[in-house]
Structures are given as structure tokens and as C-alpha cells.
């Protein structure tokens, strides 16, 4: 079945530095969404995107979508201990009773001041 | 506006015992209701969907069951727990959006913090 595999699965930035994480699917996507989980607390929706080579931007986040729909990113510069929390991209799947988001397995960020 | 609750927050059973976790969403009608389990430090796994009262789909064989009796009442139940339900459980609803190709962002609840001793 569909599988959707981030990378890397764990990353520690420097305070200040910039990092991506990337979410990668074997099958074109119709969309794809990203949720930020901070240690402790439930996910909260970022982002969504539908478009063939779409960027979206939130102030130090930037999400991107692959030209194949088949990937996506997201790259945060500047990086702040408020950045700290785990990034989940989430893919619809039909399922026999309707759709459903998949989830990879999400990139916990650490950040050093 | 819409809000989800979902309890209790935190519990902890002895292997063999029951499980019921609820969860109500209010300020939607005939919302997409889901369970997602994560195991500590991995990433969600989809347990059940519904797109309506009394249709559930099951992800993954297990002895978990899940029901809902009401539109936006989603249960997850246990005849018998194992230590490998241990684990964050969390409800979530999107909006329905039928069988189109999109679907709307999930609101999850704060979760249930269940470990099986």
C-alpha cells in the first residue's frame, strides 16, 4: 500500500541555523499536509498543499511541494527554541469508507541554544 | 466554534482490563472522526475512521474496538488489555468532504495518556 517515508528522522540544529525535512511518497499525491506536535502535546495543523510545485510560506517555515507531487519539504530558517516538537506530513488515502490521512513518521526536532 | 474533548487525559490499567476512551466534538455536524495511537517517541497510527454513525474502519487488527453511537461521539474500547496498547491515543475530526480528492485539516484532542502495567 501507499507508504509515506520522512527524513531525517531525528534533527538537532544549532540555535540560529536552518534546516528541511523532507516527506517522500512512492505514488503522486492529491495533497499533502504538515502538522507541528510540540513534546507532550497533541498536533496542531500548519499547512496545506495541493498544487504541482506549490510553496507556501509561514514567516520562518517554508513548505514545499515537489513537481511530481510525489514529495515535499518543509525548511525552517533561523531556528528558534520555540521550533522544538516533532513535524508530521500527512497524505489522503481513500479507504473503503471514505478518505483518510496517513502520516509519516514525523522529524523530531531538537534545538541547541 | 468548534471544539473537541476528549478523556480522560491520563489513565492506567492493569493487563486484562477494559478500556473506554471517549471523544465528543462540538460546534460541527457529520464530522470525519478518527483514532490515532503513538507510541512514545514514534509517529501516529491510524486506529479507526468514520464518516458516519455506526460506520467504523478499522486500520489494524487488533483487540480494540471502536463505536459511534452519535454523530459526534467516537469511542475506542477494550475487552482486554495488553501491554502493547500502552500508548498516546488521540481523537480527531475533519469535515466531510465526501469522496472528493481533498479533505480538510484534523483538529486532534489533547489525547489519552494510557499505560498498561
Known amino acids: 500500500g501507499q507508504q509515506v517515508m520522512q527524513i531525517p528522522q531525528y534533527q538537532h540544529v544549532q540555535e540560529g541555523e536552518d534546516f528541511t525535512t523532507y516527506c517522500n511518497s512512492s505514488?503522486?499525491?492529491?495533497?499533502i499536509q504538515w502538522y507541528k506536535q510540540r513534546p507532550g502535546g497533541h498536533p496542531v495543523f500548519l499547512i496545506q498543499?495541493?498544487?504541482?510545485?506549490e510553496v507556501k510560506k509561514q514567516k520562518r517555515l517554508t513548505f514545499q511541494f515537489g513537481e511530481a507531487k510525489k514529495n515535499s519539504s518543509l525548511h525552517i530558517t533561523a531556528t528558534q527554541t520555540t521550533d522544538v516538537g516533532t513535524y508530521f506530513c500527512?497524505?489522503?488515502?481513500?479507504?473503503?469508507?471514505?478518505?483518510?490521512?496517513?502520516f509519516g513518521g514525523g522529524t523530531r526536532v531538537l534545538v541547541k541554544p | 466554534s468548534q471544539t473537541i474533548h476528549q478523556w480522560p487525559a491520563t489513565l492506567v490499567q492493569p493487563v486484562g482490563s477494559p478500556l473506554s476512551l471517549e471523544c465528543t466534538v462540538e460546534g460541527t455536524s457529520n464530522p470525519n472522526l478518527y483514532w490515532y495511537r503513538q507510541a512514545a517517541g514514534r509517529g501516529l497510527q491510524l486506529l479507526f475512521y468514520s464518516v458516519g454513525i455506526g460506520q467504523i474502519s478499522s486500520e489494524v487488527p487488533q483487540n480494540l474496538s471502536a463505536s459511534r453511537p452519535q454523530d459526534r461521539q467516537f469511542i475506542l474500547s477494550s475487552k482486554k488489555l495488553l501491554l502493547s496498547d500502552s500508548g498516546f491515543y488521540l481523537c480527531?475530526?475533519?469535515?466531510?468532504?465526501?469522496?472528493?480528492?481533498?479533505?480538510?485539516?484534523?483538529?486532534f484532542g489533547e489525547g489519552s495518556r494510557l499505560t498498561v502495567l
Open positions: 505514488t503522486t499525491l492529491s495533497n
Open positions: 500527512a497524505v489522503l488515502m481513500k479507504g473503503a469508507a471514505g478518505n483518510k490521512l496517513t
Open positions: 498543499l495541493v498544487k504541482s510545485g
Open positions: 480527531a475530526w475533519s469535515v466531510f468532504q465526501g469522496y472528493r480528492d481533498l479533505t480538510g485539516e484534523l483538529f
